[in-house]
């Protein structure tokens, strides 16, 4: 029975107040955006003055400074490249350990399928230390692949076990019967394994896409260069100790936020059919 069956089965003050509450909900998480968006068409001095106000004389002056005065092209660019290669890699290494520690009866599964979960517990602040000075020892730090391997190991323990839980419903008979066929592995894994997984795909794709993009952490710690920022790094730019410079930090922001809302708006029935088809199934 589904949501909307209970509600319809509720009596009708419960109902109402399901109803009243998600209302709730959802104008506290729409407003903030919506203010954000108006306001970044405000000057400083209107924000200072009539911070929830609307914008008397809306203008985009403050989008065309942030980008020019920031260097927010290149950090758009640089977004894009560590979150489509972490993604990526990401993605096709979760997929080949989980068909390799799901279809391969070896005798230390357990103990690796165990290190990928332990994985999980591993935060980032833990390890940032002894993790920047290994890149500094082998030569990658200001490096693009110094921030995109720290996004891959950090993003496939959780891949991974997502991953697990789908392969592993793929029946053996399938990959038993082009065995027989004379298949090499390489051969089920991209003719059979990744067709079959397209639901947890779209799920993983889209959640270490939106991991990725909003990453602060790891660019900020591994580079100094500013050819090197991302986005969210390069928007903190514009919040100084003595001065914040509202209009174009909200500006930025909402540069920084609108690929991720697009991203979500083409690929959220994606996400939900993923779980709802595999992702989680056991």
């Given at each position: 029975m589904n949501t909307e069956s209970l509600l319809r089965r509720a009596p009708l003050r419960w109902r109402s107040s399901a109803y009243l509450l998600m209302m709730v909900f959802a104008i506290l998480t729409v407003f903030p955006l919506v203010w954000l968006a108006y306001s970044?068409?405000?000057?400083?001095a209107e924000i200072i003055v009539n911070p929830l106000g609307l914008p008397q004389h809306p203008s985009f002056d403050n989008y065309l400074r942030a980008w020019t005065m920031g260097?927010?092209?290149i950090s758009l660019m640089n977004s894009f490249i560590y979150t489509v290669c972490a993604t990526l890699g990401t993605l096709f290494l979760a997929l080949a350990a989980a068909f390799g520690l799901t279809k391969f009866p070896f005798k230390n599964r357990a103990f690796f399928t165990a290190a990928f979960a332990l994985g999980l517990m591993i935060t980032v602040h833990a390890v940032i230390i002894p993790l920047f000075l290994v890149e500094v020892k082998i030569g990658i730090i200001n490096r693009r692949i110094g921030v995109i391997l720290p996004y891959i190991a950090f993003d496939l323990p959780m891949s991974v076990m997502i991953a697990i839980s789908y392969v592993r419903g793929i029946p053996d008979a399938l990959i038993e019967s082009a065995e027989i066929d004379g298949a090499k592995y390489r051969v089920v894994f991209w003719q059979m394994i990744l067709p079959l997984s397209s639901p947890v795909i779209a799920t993983m794709v889209i959640l270490s896409f939106l991991r990725h993009w909003n990453e602060f952490l790891f660019v900020f710690i591994f580079t100094t260069k500013a050819?090197?920022?991302s986005l969210p790094v390069a928007i903190t730019q514009f919040a100084?100790?003595?001065?914040i410079e509202y209009g174009l930090q909200y500006a930025s922001l909402v540069i920084g936020i609108l690929p991720m809302i697009l991203f979500y708006f083409?690929?959220?029935a994606q996400l939900i059919k993923g779980f709802g088809e595999g992702a989680l199934k056991e």
């Open positions: 970044s068409l405000k000057p400083h260097g927010l092209g050819a090197l920022k100084g100790r003595q001065n083409f690929f959220h």
